[in-house]
């Protein structure tokens, strides 16, 4: 019986939607031509997609088999408890979205497609953007605002030479919080594999953005690994040096004195010569010692070095990824369809009901 009643129902709901078809339609068509104005009114942005493959260090390796697996088939990520790395893959994103590291992006070149100028990533970001038309209507009262503030108080920290990552302008953390929206970076939990992404308006800027961002990233990870073997082989250079100089002076010592006292068979003689030639040897394997650290810190530097598999460079892209205008058109219709459907189902009634009920209190 309560089958039959919803059937009943829902035949009676269609039918109040087909005998409205034409208020369907008319609200379907508004929603059709609003969806494409918004769709032709946002700017096209591009997107450029690097894949990169990092080296994976032992404590990684052994944990991929044995209690790693296990874990990860528990969905517990173990991989970095194992590593002596503090920067390891999962924190790749955080490092790509830090200031100091967009910060770093400013002053990227660039070069628009269709132009020939080259510009900085800041100065596109900020002169070369461009925004909806709602948009510049509603940060309109903003710059007002801003405008009459900048002729009272001068809030803005001096700029020196450079830029200062730990104060930032106004200006410059807008473009810091522009990159954010605008930069990702993905970490596969399994394959370490390293997605990033850079969405520009022009697609030469998106590409070589993402290029410039691959290569910070890769810096950035080399800079950590390398520091202390880099201070330790500087270490070395400066002491091999110094063993160098001392294995001069003593050789020099001894030559000179084998020169002077050529011919002299004194017992003194023969023992100063000793004497010298010893420390030359002494020192001459101190400096054979310090040059075989020296080779030991550098190859421990390029061992520390990580290597990066480029899987997918970045390409100039050829279609826009944004806006997707057949989604938005749908959803706009939808939306409306929606809409009117649950004023013909439910709000026309609601009305009908609260002015009877406002008539009946009247009278």
């Not at 473009?175 to 030469?204: C, F, H, W």
């Amino acid at each position: 019986m309560d089958t039959e009643e919803q059937e009943i129902d829902l035949m009676e709901l269609a039918q109040k939607l087909w005998a409205e078809r034409r208020m369907l339609f008319r609200w379907a068509g508004i929603a059709a031509i609003v969806g494409i104005i918004v769709a032709f009114s946002i700017p096209k942005e591009y997107t450029t997609t690097v894949k990169l493959a990092p080296e994976v260090s032992d404590g990684k390796s052994k944990m991929s088999g044995g209690l790693g697996a296990l874990a990860s088939m528990a969905g517990v990520n173990l991989g970095s408890g194992s590593s002596i790395d503090a920067v390891y893959p999962d924190l790749y994103p955080d490092v790509v979205k830090s200031i100091p590291f967009s910060v770093g992006l400013f002053d990227v070149k660039v070069k628009e497609a269709e132009g020939d100028s080259v510009i900085t990533v800041a100065d596109y970001i900020e002169n070369y953007t461009s925004s909806p038309w709602w948009g510049v209507i509603m940060g309109l009262p903003g710059k007002a605002i801003g405008g009459v503030k900048s002729l009272f108080i001068d809030d803005e920290p001096e700029q020196g030479e450079g830029r200062n990552p730990f104060m930032l302008t106004a200006d410059e953390d807008a473009i810091v919080q522009s990159l954010g929206e605008r930069i990702g970076v993905n970490v596969d939990s399994k394959s370490y594999v390293i997605t990033i992404t850079a969405t520009m308006q022009d697609p030469l800027v998106s590409a070589m953005l993402a290029d410039s961002v691959a290569h910070n990233l890769k810096e950035y990870v080399t800079e950590y690994r390398t520091n202390k073997a880099r201070h330790d082989m500087e270490y070395a250079k400066q002491i091999n040096e110094e063993a160098r100089a001392d294995y001069y002076e003593a050789q020099q010592k001894y030559a000179e004195y084998v020169d002077k006292n050529h011919g002299i068979s004194l017992n003194s003689r023969k023992t100063e010569e000793e004497r010298l030639r010893n420390e030359a040897q002494l020192a001459f394997n101190l400096y054979n010692t310090t040059a075989q650290q020296l080779q030991a810190a550098r190859a421990k530097v390029q061992e520390n070095t990580p290597v990066y598999a480029v899987i997918e460079p970045a390409t100039v892209p050829v279609k826009a990824s944004k806006p997707r205008k057949v989604m938005i058109l749908a959803g706009f219709v939808f939306l409306a369809v929606c809409a009117a459907s649950a004023w013909i189902l439910f709000g026309r009634g609601l009305k009908d009901s609260f002015k009877s009920q406002n008539n009946g209190t009247v009278q």
